[in-house]
């Protein structure tokens, strides 16, 4: 995608969903905007997005405007200001401040006439005129866990994840991202306002397939809120305060609420299909680019036949990065650790399968862990086929899928975000509630949406990358946790400032280079920079080598498949994993018979299969759905 299509792409305003959807897919929808200038006004900034003329953000500065508003920009020229000033007199535009001898001046002009400004032969540049940010800020308090990164106001997660250090290098997001949160709804909250426009919102349409369409708030149960807070709070209800705020990871992201779990946080896999397809049909149109799933259902079957995984499979092919709970189900009742427990879809090759980790509320990493209860892979679901007709499948007539998850690990314990107003979660655990305006959660349904906001991020940032290359980074830069092995944290813990470093380095519009090319030409990945994240050093895992059309040498190089040596025994670069659509290989870990062996992990028997998930997940959500991972509280072991 060139740098010309990306903006023009990105540039989108609140679209209307109503006019995109049938009676028969689902019902009750509420757009931020309605009237024929919001369609316009999408119109004109499509077409300053196409100029080469505008800045990154003069499209999403006409935001919150009528396309007959007059708007002050400020303008280089390199003519002679009568030229200019007769140009935007034709078009009723006004020359207000000239400064000459910095080629500049300061017009007026209404926005319904903007591309013909854009075309004036005597305009070489525009922007918005933008508004200033005081340096100095008040009541800070100092940062006694990360002092080098100077003031505390940023949120735990946004430090501990790499997202400030990666703030501080790129500013705010060039781009405006959309993200589908599939959930129970998002209720309004102040923290989801566009920064400047009290009352404007950036939930930019409400979609509800459960049937049973919601009695005012639009999450009634409090799960959607809290998840959609972490993609894209702004902490605007502490703003003011010298209370550190609870900001989620990408503030500016814009959110599609589509509700597949009603009051009592239940839900049915056919009203989970329907938003997916819903998704499937209007991504595109609709500027969507990444899809949050903290929900789930227990894999009966192959990710290969699983209904979820073909669905989630179908979306990335179609250019959307899915990311998805891995499931709390790591312990049984009993408190003991177990594997297999990977939950659909997050068994599904392709999407990004988060677990949790406990930051045990440091933004340093070195003391993080994986939770007790994220589960563990690999996926134990299978096909099977009755050879003796006996009418069961024994062990040996089931062909277990075995693939590595999860793919990587983020903050998921004690989590607080945003609250939805006297839902349903907040009544019946009151302990959860923090203040009046936020909830603490933990599960990996918090862990997912921390991932779609830095990969929201990434692509605000490199709108051309596609979703194989968003996880690839992803994984590629984790940090690997200490005492943990790969069933439990994948590639490790996402470290968002790495990803960006990697991110820059890769071409543009990687998707069009064949087998073979390098699409980091100018970047050698053996020596990769160490990154300062919450006060410490932080190295790339560098534990994957091929994921899905990409493999890691010297290079990120595009791959038709797996690189093998010579004589087609081993990898070629074998000193560590590899992800080939999820399959293992590498040194160190062998495959046999369903067993592990490696990282100091046995077990056969004590994996779970289909039948103890189901169980497992009945205690964690009504009707097997997974919602908030069960209530958990914290994580002690």
């Not at 100029?51 to 990154?56: G, I, L, M, Q, R």
């Not at 839902?423 to 779609?452: D, F, K, Q, W």
């Not at 534990?543 to 038709?560: E, H, I, K, P």
Request: aromatic letters at 6%.
């Amino acid at each position: 995608m060139t740098d010309r299509n990306s903006r023009m792409a990105w540039a989108l305003g609140a679209a209307l969903l109503l006019a995109l959807l049938t009676p028969t897919v689902a019902q009750d929808v509420v757009s931020s905007g309605t009237d024929a200038g919001l369609a316009d006004l999408t119109a004109i900034q499509v077409a300053v997005s196409d100029s080469a003329k505008a800045s990154p953000d003069l499209a999403l500065s006409l935001e919150g405007h009528q396309s007959t508003d007059t708007v002050r920009l400020v303008t280089r020229y390199s003519g002679a200001t009568d030229s200019l000033a007769t140009d935007l007199a034709s078009i009723g535009g006004t020359v207000i401040a000239n400064h000459a001898d910095f080629g500049l001046a300061v017009v007026e002009v209404s926005i319904d006439r903007l591309t013909d400004m854009l075309d004036s032969a005597a305009v070489d540049y525009v922007t918005p005129n933008r508004d200033l940010l005081m340096a100095a800020i008040p009541k800070a308090t100092t940062n006694d866990t990360n002092p080098g990164d100077g003031p505390l106001l940023d949120s735990h997660i946004r430090v501990a994840t790499g997202v400030r250090a990666m703030t501080a290098m790129t500013g705010p997001s060039p781009l405006s991202v959309r993200v589908a949160v599939v959930d129970s709804g998002i209720a309004d909250h102040r923290d989801f306002t566009r920064a400047g426009r009290p009352g404007t919102t950036r939930i930019v349409g409400h979609l509800d397939f459960t049937g049973r369409p919601p009695a005012g708030s639009w999450d009634p149960y409090g799960h959607g809120t809290h998840v959609a807070g972490l993609i894209a709070g702004n902490g605007a209800m502490m703003w003011g305060t010298d209370l550190r705020p609870y900001t989620g990871i990408e503030p500016r992201a814009e959110l599609v609420d589509l509700r597949v779990l009603d009051d009592t946080g239940a839900g049915s896999l056919d009203g989970l299909l329907r938003a997916l397809d819903w998704l499937l049909v209007n991504a595109a149109a609709e500027n969507i680019r990444v899809v949050n799933l903290s929900v789930g259902t227990t894999p009966y079957e192959s990710y290969q036949s699983d209904p979820l995984c073909v669905a989630v499979d179908r979306l990335v092919e179609h250019g959307l990065v899915v990311v998805v709970a891995a499931g709390n189900v790591g312990k049984n009742k009993n408190g003991e650790k177990i594997y297999g427990g990977i939950l659909s879809p997050a068994n599904a090759p392709r999407v990004i399968t988060v677990g949790a980790a406990n930051t045990f509320q440091t933004d340093a990493r070195s003391d993080d862990g994986v939770t007790t209860y994220s589960s563990r892979g690999p996926t134990r679901s299978f096909r099977g086929e009755d050879v003796n007709g006996d009418g069961t499948l024994s062990e040996d007539e089931k062909d277990y899928d075995n693939l590595i998850k999860p793919d990587l690990i983020a903050p998921g314990n004690r989590v607080v975000s945003t609250l939805s107003a006297n839902c349903r979660l907040a009544l019946e655990h009151p302990e959860l509630l923090v203040g009046e305006n936020y909830l603490e959660l933990s599960g990996t349904s918090m862990a997912a949406p921390i991932v779609s906001g830095i990969a929201a991020r990434l692509l605000a940032q490199r709108p051309d990358l596609t979703p194989s290359l968003v996880k690839a980074t992803l994984m590629y830069t984790a940090q690997r946790v200490a005492d943990f092995n790969t069933l439990e944290q994948g590639a490790g813990l996402v470290n968002a400032v790495g990803a960006f470093e990697l991110a820059e380095k890769i071409l543009p519009d990687p998707g069009s280079l064949t087998a073979g090319q390098s699409a980091t030409p100018d970047f050698f990945l053996r020596t990769s920079p160490l990154d300062h994240v919450g006060g410490e050093d932080v190295s790339w895992g560098r534990s994957v080598f091929y994921a899905n059309g990409w493999y890691f040498g010297d290079q990120l190089y595009r791959s038709g498949g797996i690189r093998w040596t010579a004589d087609g025994q081993g990898l070629l670069w074998g000193d560590g994993i590899l992800w080939a659509d999820g399959i293992l290989w590498g040194d160190g870990m062998l495959w046999g018979d369903g067993l592990l062996w490696g990282d100091g992990i046995l077990w056969a028997d004590a994996a779970f299969g289909p039948t103890d998930l189901a169980d497992e997940a009945a205690r964690l959500g009504p009707d097997g759905i997974l919602w908030a991972d069960g209530i958990l509280w914290g994580d002690s072991q």
